[in-house]
């Protein structure tokens, strides 16, 4: 069900026991970080946390609004990261096409998205209240400084709202955003970033780019912002076919963009592209470090806009899990069925938490000639999703990815370093701090997959040990006779 309102998901989290109000005083500052560090480490990533009296403002903050996989699948609509890849799976065709008839079935697809256009309203709650040119005030939310050497306060929860100058096509991104002073910021966009590629858009025509900054608002809005999305949609169509209703936009007050009405909060800003970038962060990132200080432009803050009573949503980075962990399992999940059209081999894969999302993924494929795992690496490494992973590992389908010791396993068993180990070199996550060179570096993949003679392999491979069906469900139907009673091991 679509929400209209941030407060009517919270209430329905408050009567099933996954929001905690905090009424004792606290600390924007390094306090709310480690509160909610704590409780997301939780087992299944434990409640959404709001805290009433936050020191300096008279605004609320919330965090850890989705950081558990059952309020991610809430605030999409369905009851598993599965039902969710499935529905976006219905609107692309398992193959791609090749002929004129095979494009013209893909039409009533689209359909599906076609009834849910966002549609643009005269006014909204994000706008009941407005603060425009000197009235702006940054110092008057509740921004968080999260972690000790964090250069500053930082917006980490807001969906940035950009337009490609020509085309007029929005994107939303989740990017952070470090506060400078009363009314400028910094954004921290990266080079495989939407929001940057309609930067080089601007600077090329040398026009101001307007840029939104919006918070809260329908939940599905984080995950919109963040899950991949099939060919030929944008952010706001995905958003509206999730939650199975239009969302609805507002102009904003200072510059030509649209956001979402039903807001708490909006900061809205402009990027002089003819302005030298400066020296941003550090900042402690999702992958447990602080990514190091770079050069990023300043955003002029043009406007803020919020309802009469704002809620100011924000969400902690760090050693996972945490609450982009789970919005990073979505997308996980989301983007099989995508993945698939590229390498339809792949039966599944897994980015383990350990791995930070982007350092580490599991794949297990239906091998069928040689060196086919190496074009399953190739196909991982050019996607854009999943494009800047570090190490990938390939194993046979029957391999369960998901069981991580099930695959370290069979790297063990079958692995050879000096024939089944590939290096390769291309773009890389920018915050991966062991990269020699920012966003370019080594990529490693290792083929753990059974392997056939045409592979340099001239000896028989041996079969896995494993006891037949017939035996395994004997001794299960005897089990309660052994005497073992609930002695039952986990088994592969």
């Not at 495989?192 to 101001?208: D, I, M, P, S, V």
């Not at 952010?235 to 936009?249: A, N, P, V």
């Amino acid at each position: 069900m679509p929400y209209d309102h941030l407060s009517e998901f919270l209430n329905e989290l408050q009567d099933r026991g996954e929001l905690i109000r905090i009424s004792a005083e606290v600390d924007p500052a390094l306090e709310i970080t480690e509160i909610t560090d704590r409780v997301s480490k939780s087992p299944a990533g434990g409640p959404a946390l709001f805290f009433e009296r936050v020191k300096g403002s008279t605004m609320p903050v919330l965090t850890n609004l989705l950081g558990s996989s059952a309020r991610v699948c809430r605030a999409m609509g369905v009851t598993s990261f599965d039902e969710a890849a499935d529905r976006i799976a219905g609107l692309i065709r398992p193959q791609a096409p090749e002929g004129w008839l095979e494009k013209l079935k893909m039409v009533p697809q689209f359909a599906q998205t076609a009834k849910f256009p966002p549609r643009v309203v005269r006014n909204g709650p994000c706008q009941q209240v407005v603060k425009l040119g000197r009235d702006v005030d940054l110092s008057e939310l509740p921004i968080l400084q999260c972690w000790p050497l964090d250069a500053g306060k930082f917006i980490t929860f807001g969906q940035v709202v950009t337009k490609h100058p020509v085309k007029g096509e929005l994107s939303v991104g989740m990017h952070r955003v470090q506060v400078c002073d009363k009314n400028s910021a910094f954004m921290h966009w990266h080079l495989h970033h939407a929001g940057y590629r309609n930067f080089t858009e601007y600077h090329k025509l040398g026009q101001q780019m307007p840029i939104a900054v919006s918070l809260g608002g329908d939940p599905v809005f984080a995950c919109m912002a963040r899950v991949p999305r099939p060919p030929g949609l944008d952010e706001y169509q995905l958003g509206g076919f999730l939650r199975g209703q239009c969302i609805d936009l507002v102009k904003c007050r200072s510059i030509d963009l649209e956001v979402p009405a039903s807001a708490e909060i909006v900061i809205e800003g402009t990027i002089d592209p003819t302005e030298p970038w400066e020296a941003a962060g550090p900042f402690g990132d999702r992958t447990g470090f602080y990514n190091l200080a770079r050069q990023f432009p300043r955003l002029h803050i043009t406007a803020v806009t919020h309802r009469a009573n704002p809620i100011y949503p924000a969400t902690i980075f760090g050693k996972p899990p945490m609450e982009d962990y789970w919005l990073g399992k979505a997308a996980e999940r989301i983007f099989l069925p995508m993945l698939k059209l590229l390498a339809p081999e792949v039966v599944d894969y897994n980015m383990p938490r350990a791995g930070a999302f982007h350092n580490l993924a599991f794949v297990s494929i239906k091998k069928q000639y040689p060196q086919q795992a190496r074009k399953v690496m190739n196909a991982i490494w050019s996607a854009a999703p999943t494009l800047c992973t570090k190490i990938v590992v390939v194993v046979d389908e029957h391999v369960d990815v998901q069981n991580e010791e099930q695959v370290w396993f069979h790297v063990g068993a079958n692995v050879h370093p000096g024939r089944d180990v590939v290096l390769s070199e291309g773009p890389t996550d920018i915050l991966d701090h062991a990269a020699p060179t920012c966003g370019i570096g080594h990529k490693l993949g290792i083929d753990a997959t059974r392997k056939f003679p045409e592979e340099g392999h001239p000896r028989p491979w041996p079969e896995e040990t494993t006891m037949s069906r017939e035996v395994k469900d004997f001794v299960t139907q005897r089990w309660a006779e052994y005497g073992l009673g609930n002695l039952l091991p986990e088994t592969w």
